[in-house]
């Protein structure tokens, strides 16, 4: 079957009064965030309104003091959390990535933390390789519709002509008030971001042990600052966090499960890949002797 390279139909998205373009997403040692141009009469707490987010986190997450005002055309990096980005379902502004060159769906999955089915689906491909260039869809910014209509055009939205996503529906949803992604997660230590995830479900869940899998490693940018290690998997429901120990050099991880370990040559008879960086903090290569636990 010929690929897909996201050749779908340019997106408009209507609200019923405006039309919103889809964010380019960026990504720093923070975490990720899109950007906006501040227009004439906004303020903090009106930006804070689009973005579903509160002023102060905007504030802070730009090093900038909310006693003092914003300037027209001002630059802000806006994070996005598990209160106003979700990669699941397609209601929202789509927010989207610009594929770079040696960039596949794994390496972007592990860099931005998204299930690698759910990136399939949100993009209708049919296979893995990705053109350069392209628009892919990560996820979608929830937020008050109604704002984010009328403000979006001033901010650092991608180009309609410039991006080629799938068609989304017209009517969003509220998002549920959930707490922010760091309250969450923390990353006080060099097991990593998720260790604060694998606690919780290890209370609700049964234990599950393997011991030196075959895996495989594939490169990813995250978790050389940040902590966040990411793993593909068999068997293992997407969004587990499963503990990786090394029994070479006693080191312990812990790390997000993408998704399943795509089919292919270089993933015969693997049970698992894990991320460049986790590969790199347990000391081990291919070859390493590691366990597995996770609950379920």
């Known amino acids: 079957m010929r690929p897909i390279f996201l050749s779908l139909i ?21 975490g990720v965030y899109v950007q906006h141009k501040v227009a004439p009469k ?14 102060k986190e905007i504030a802070s997450y730009n090093d900038l003091s909310m006693e003092k005002g914003l300037g027209i055309s001002q630059l802000l990096n806006i994070p996005l959390t598990a209160a106003n980005f979700t990669s699941l379902g397609a209601s929202g502004t789509p927010v989207v990535y610009k594929v770079k060159q040696k960039e596949g769906l794994i390496k972007i999955a592990a860099d931005f933390g998204v299930d690698i089915g759910q990136l399939r689906k949100l993009n209708q491909l049919s296979s893995d390789n990705l053109k350069v260039g ?8 929830v937020s008050n519709s109604s704002s984010l209509a009328s403000a979006v055009s001033t901010s650092t939205a991608v180009s309609a002509p410039a991006v080629v996503v799938p068609a989304i529906a017209a009517t969003p949803q509220q998002p549920a008030k959930t707490n922010d992604a760091r309250s969450q997660y923390s990353y006080r ?20 042990l393997m011991e030196q899998p075959a895996f495989g490693v594939f490169k990813s940018s995250s978790g050389w600052q940040d902590g966040k290690y990411y793993v593909l998997m068999n068997g293992v429901v997407p969004g587990t966090v499963i503990k990786l120990s090394s029994n070479k050099t006693d080191k312990t991880i812990y790390a997000k499960v993408l998704g399943a370990v795509p089919q292919g040559k270089e993933s015969e008879g693997l049970v698992l890949r894990i991320s460049n960086a986790a590969a790199s903090i347990l000391g081990v290569e291919n070859d390493g002797a590691i366990g597995v636990v996770w609950y379920n």
């Not at 479900?201 to 049964?206: I, R």
């Open 134 to 141: 392209s628009m892919l869809v990560l996820g979608h910014l």
């Open 189 to 208: 230590s060099p097991t990593g971001y998720f260790l604060n995830v694998f606690q919780q479900q290890a209370a609700q869940g049964k234990e599950q």
């Open 42 to 55: 906004e303020n903090w707490y009106s930006v804070g309104r689009v973005y579903f987010i509160s002023p």
């Open 10 to 30: 340019i997106l408009t998205t209507h609200f019923g009064f405006g039309q919103v373009s889809p964010l380019e997403i960026q990504k720093s040692a923070k």
